[in-house]
């Protein structure tokens, strides 16, 4: 059995104390935060705090607050040596907890929103650590999370954590500027939801660069002067311009 203390009561807290709550071999001793009480989406047999000077004795510490929030929740944890604090950041060096004998990083590479679920089992687990035993631990610990278990130093995940920011956060906001273009021209966003899918769909079977169609990606400069004509007095126009140039150099160039 790993006992274990979560910090922090946002979207990555929610989701692990979700998961680990399912697995008979972890126990969640207690979630740790700043709010008087517990949100109200967390399950209701989890013991709250939000006294970090009192908090209970756990075989790992799980901090998952705001990347610039980690060093200072950090330095109010005061816990026994033979303990482990891991942080859940992509960006942030893993060193920045060597305050403690033993610690380390499980970065869990997947978009967490409070209400959207997720199948733990195929995340895969950046994992990190300050020497070999808090590695075999948190190994273990993520190995009964899911069945992908990545170990990476902190300039690597670092790497990960930049392509997750292009794949993701990026393409995200490419489907709000198309939304926000469909609702300017009184249109239903709405309909661009099977390509989205669609177009994530591909993706798992294809390369992206197999998967890009478009004007871009065929050098269509008539339908590309059309587009920006349109958008020549818009917010978007700058960008539509650079992404369809970076398109056309990534397929067209020697
Ligand atoms: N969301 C994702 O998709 C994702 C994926 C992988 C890894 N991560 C990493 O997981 C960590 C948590 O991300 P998240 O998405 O769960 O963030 P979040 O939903 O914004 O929650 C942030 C948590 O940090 C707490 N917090 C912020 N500033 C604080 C401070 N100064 N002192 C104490 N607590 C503070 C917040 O408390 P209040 O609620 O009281 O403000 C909240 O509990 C981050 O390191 C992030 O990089 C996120």
């Given at each position: ?40 989406c ?15 004795s ?46 380390g ?61 292009f ?32 177009t ?51 397929n067209?160039?020697?």
């Amino acid at each position: 059995m790993i006992d274990i203390i979560i910090l922090g009561t946002g979207n990555v807290s929610y989701h692990f104390s979700e998961v680990i709550l399912k697995k008979n071999d972890l126990q969640l001793i207690e979630i740790c935060g700043r709010k008087n009480s517990i949100p109200e989406c967390f399950d209701k047999s989890i013991s709250y705090s939000n006294d970090i000077s009192k908090i209970q004795s756990a075989d790992i510490y799980l901090i998952c607050v705001s990347d610039d929030a980690i060093d200072s929740v950090n330095s109010q944890l005061n816990i026994n040596e033979e303990s482990i604090v891991i942080h859940s950041s992509g960006s942030t060096e893993m060193n920045c907890l060597s305050k403690h004998k033993k610690y380390g990083v499980l970065y869990p590479l997947q978009t967490f929103s409070l209400n959207s679920q997720v199948d733990f089992n195929n995340i895969p687990l950046i994992v990190e650590a300050s020497a070999n035993d808090e590695l075999i631990k948190i190994k273990e610990l993520s190995s009964i999370l899911s069945k992908k278990v990545i170990e990476c130093n902190s300039t690597q995940r670092l790497s990960i954590h930049i392509s997750a920011v292009f794949a993701n956060n990026f393409s995200n906001h490419m489907n709000v500027i198309a939304e926000e273009i469909l609702e300017a021209n009184n249109v239903d966003p709405n309909i661009l939801k099977p390509l989205i899918l669609e177009t994530s769909k591909k993706t798992q079977y294809l390369k992206s660069k197999e998967a890009q169609t478009g004007p871009a990606k065929r050098n269509d400069q008539i339908t590309i002067e059309k587009h920006l004509i349109l958008l020549k007095e818009t917010k978007h126009f700058d960008m539509y311009k650079k992404i369809t140039e970076e398109i056309i150099k990534s397929n067209h160039e020697l």
